[in-house]
């Protein structure tokens, strides 16, 4: 049966007084100190512990003016969205300035995590390796034709939000498991089909981050390595949160 409003509960430690909207706790054990951040509500105010404060600028420059707002909206959507699954408290605002938003965000224990989540675009890409005149091997943007029969590249923007971290069966090492959609398992499947016995790589803001030799034709699900854990758990959230639309920078912070 659930605690109505206004009722006094025990739990053997001490006791909680609640009336409408505060509620109280004295506890028992004299040895019990508030930290910080139960100090810092008690005064009334927000702790500095732990605050990383960011002002972000986008890079609307290769966007028409009329869609430069659609893009601030859809960085703000796509940092909100990071931040609750990473499990912080915080708030986007977007500043006066037409491409500015700033960032509050509360708890945090690692700043340069906390901004890699963040600011980091996010966008997927897999590439092929082809040999150019003078014999070099390069990554190229790798294509295939999608279920409407054009030839096209296979954008992140196809994945499903449900990536996952998961542990490789053979290596032991932590790997980032994907799925596509119908028209990203199309053109994947092309794609690895085509290049059996052949190197994939996939690249995260033009970064190569693994390039496996693909063994068999795959249809819709994949996997990233070569990560460590916590980098893998925080590309996991920007897959599943989306890509930024358009590059952002720290102006201040």
Same mark, same amino acid.
Request: glycine share 10%; aromatic share 4%; net charge neutral.
């Given at each position: ?12 430690? $001490? ?5 409408? $909207? ?91 995590q906390a901004k890699s989540l963040i600011i980091r675009t996010a966008q997927l890409e897999f590439r092929e390796q ?37 542990? $490789? ?66 590309l996991v959230i920007q897959l599943n949160s989306g890509p930024l639309p358009v590059p952002v920078s720290v102006v201040?912070?």
């Open positions: 049966m659930g605690v109505p409003q206004g009722v006094a509960v025990a739990d053997g430690r $001490g006791r909680a007084s609640s009336s409408w $909207g505060q509620l109280k706790l004295t506890f028992a054990d004299d040895r019990w100190k508030p930290g910080p951040l139960v100090r810092a509500l008690q005064a009334g105010i927000e702790p500095e512990e732990g605050v990383l404060q960011l002002v972000l600028e986008a890079d609307v420059s290769q966007l028409e003016p009329q869609r430069h707002q659609q893009a601030l909206d859809g960085v703000k959507k796509v940092i909100e969205r990071r931040v609750n699954a990473f499990g912080l408290v915080g708030s986007v605002t977007q500043l006066r300035s037409e491409n500015r938003l700033s960032v509050r965000l509360l708890g945090v224990k690692d700043v340069a082809v040999t150019d005149a003078s014999g070099s091997a390069q990554w190229v943007a790798a294509r295939a034709r999608g279920t409407d029969g054009r030839e096209k590249d296979l954008p992140g923007a196809h994945l499903r939000s449900n990536a996952y971290l998961t542990t $490789g069966s053979r290596s032991g090492l932590p790997e980032v498991a994907f799925e596509f959609d119908d028209e990203g398992s199309a053109l994947f499947e092309d794609i690895t089909s085509r290049l059996i016995g052949h190197r994939l790589g996939i690249f995260l803001d033009g970064d190569l981050v693994s390039a496996p030799t693909v063994q068999a034709k795959i249809r819709s699900r994949g996997v990233i390595t070569g990560v460590t854990r916590e980098a893998a758990h925080i201040s912070e």
